[in-house]
């Protein structure tokens, strides 16, 4: 799988507004607000490309916690009014993030 495959990234994207496109047997993404596509989807390394995630998660009513502890780094999304939260370990904090995020969106999308 290369990486503009991987299907949490893809999911990422249409949660995004993206319109999905195979093109030259690839998946590319076409963002609303965007010109031009775009191949390659960083959701899960950069964060420039997921704070605007975590920006429209806590619009919808979310309270997002990103921190640090003894024991590694914590991101957590609490959905307010539900009885749940998304919660996740790791040694680096984008990486707590983006699980966090993935876990929201599944649970979005068939709430």
Do not use: H
């Amino acid at each position: 799988m290369t990486r503009e495959d991987n299907p949490d990234c893809i999911m990422i994207a249409e949660f995004m507004g993206a319109k999905i496109i195979e093109r030259e047997n690839r998946i590319v993404c076409d963002f609303p607000k965007k010109s031009g596509l775009d191949w390659w989807l960083d959701y899960d390394t950069k964060w420039d490309w997921l704070m605007p995630v975590l920006s429209k998660i806590e619009e919808q009513g979310c309270i997002i916690d990103l921190g640090m502890t003894s024991l590694g780094c914590v991101a957590s999304i609490s959905p307010v009014n539900e009885d749940i939260f998304f919660n996740n370990q790791s040694n680096i904090l984008i990486e707590a993030a983006y699980k966090s995020v993935i876990d929201y969106i599944k649970w979005y999308k068939n709430k």
